[in-house]
């Protein structure tokens, strides 16, 4: 029993640390996600040089998409028009960083780390984008409208009845995107928890302090899991109890969002072999350098600006930190029991609503891990010839499409583009 109320007071500790910062991340989130859509991002990456690389960066940093929320929306807006170099650059800074993760990093491990974080992201995507341009140049550029920027002739692009931008806010920070992390969230709390209950600090300081050879165990951790930017900073916390420097911590906090063998797989596939060992190749050795020069520049700071001191630990058990994870628990457990699904509705030139309609395919998809997957499969389902509507639900992993003369296997074929696994159900 004493070690359940440890593990408890240890995870609770965490949480409230974690909580004040990560609920001002939400509403932040929420903001940027009325005022920079992925929708947006997609009109503004065409043609070549260092200027759509790095917009692509730039703009990767404050979205709050994960590791696996990354690459529906890096297919698209390669199918939207957008360059090689723009994709990759996307593709690295995106998932590193957010909004959310940035406030949290602050709350748990400093502020310079939280600085620290969003430059590399922004670096390694600036770096690896214009690698992939120089030596995997795109031989046919995408569509462009008048103005040169990536023509989008998908649904979201269009205008139509929207609800207001605060609901569409609210929503956002306090429903949509708890329910993508919530569940990594606590399980990384957890085992922040335990490790500071089961393992004694600097137990592992000799085999997983500073140096090469311990970033390069924290990348071989962090490169082949799923883990998104701000489940993985109590993680990186644990480890650091352990023994793990700032730098090495870092590594993770770079490989483990930054890549993953989905990612790599997709990369693969929709931009080839080269670009995806760019990306392979600039992804780790931008968190090895990262790692490396942050635990130089550790010592020239003053100690109180040490990760593992930082001042956001005292507040952790005022009412400000307890009544904020009290909070933070509530909509973190809430959205773990929401369903979740998107309707994309039309109307027929009869003006028969198409859920009334008797020609309707079921496809089973695999690989679908948050809300941005199920939009964008939507998305994509809503602009393929003769579909009226599609309902997609991550839950069941289906997706049901009514329409007209529908092809089953376009369907089937414009899911996979997107880099999810789809076959048609069973009658």
Sequence with gaps: METVVALASACWLVLGQMAPYLLFGFLMAGVLSVAITPAWVERHLGGRGLGPVFKSSLFGIPLPLCSCGVIPVMASIRQHGAGRGATVGFLLSTPQTGVDSIFATYALLGPVMAVYRPVVALATGVI?????????????????????????????????????????????????????????????????????????????????????AAMLVMMAVGIPIYVCSTASIPIALGFMHMGASPGAALVFLISGPATNAAAISVVWQLLGRRTAIIYLVT????????????????????????????????????????ASAVALLIILLASLFEKRSVVVKGETASGETASTMTDHITIRISGMTCSHCVNTIARALRQTSGVREATVDLDSGQAVVFGEAMDAQVLVRAIRELGYEASLADS
């Design 128 to 212: 690896g984008g214009l690698a992939a341009q120089v030596l995997d140049p795109d031989r046919n550029g995408g569509e462009t409208d008048a103005s040169g920027v990536p023509a989008c002739t998908a649904s979201c692009c269009s205008d139509g009845p929207r609800r207001g931008v605060i609901a569409r806010a609210l929503e956002y920070g306090f429903v949509t995107l708890p329910h993508d992390i919530a569940r990594p969230l606590l399980v990384g709390i957890v085992i922040a928890g335990a490790m500071s209950v089961f393992i004694q600090e600097n137990f592992l300081a000799t085999y997983l302090g500073g140096g090469l």
């Design 283 to 322: 992804a780790a050795l931008g968190a090895l350098l990262a790692g490396i020069s942050l635990d130089a520049l550790y010592n020239y700071l003053p100690q109180a600006m040490a990760p593992m001191t930082h001042h956001a630990e005292a507040h952790a058990s005022g009412w400000v930190g307890n």
